[in-house]
């Protein structure tokens, strides 16, 4: 079985964990939804990264109260690039399927579909 990676962002309005964790579980579900077939048990692992303004909760909080209690996943800090968009909530989840890269729906939200218009573009 092949692993593939789907990529996903979305914004908050503050520093908050209900938004973080409302934002978070937001991101995952449209995720779901939008790959056909998706299930937390075929997710291999998750990375969620934060913009500094964010340090209130932890987005895997959110996936582990949707049932990814097994998945294995990680917190980081994005890299602060001077100019870049607040308060995204970042994932990379991989995910073992046999869908081809070509069929992956990468889903943006929010403020955060700017960041890859070329992404959501494709859709």
Known sequence: ???RGI???TTVSADDPD????GTRELLEAILDEN????PEDVASAIFTL???LNSAFPAQAARQMGWELVPMM???EIPVPGSLPYVIRVLVHWNTEVPQSEIK???LRDAVTLRPDLI???
């Open 7 to 9: 990529r996903g962002a």
């Open 1 to 3: 079985m092949t692993i």
């Open 75 to 77: 917190c980081a800090r």
């Open 36 to 39: 056909e077939g998706m299930r």
């Open 51 to 53: 913009t500094g303004d």
């Open 19 to 22: 938004l973080i964790l409302q």
């Open 121 to 123: 573009a494709a859709q």
């Open 106 to 108: 990468h889903v943006y």
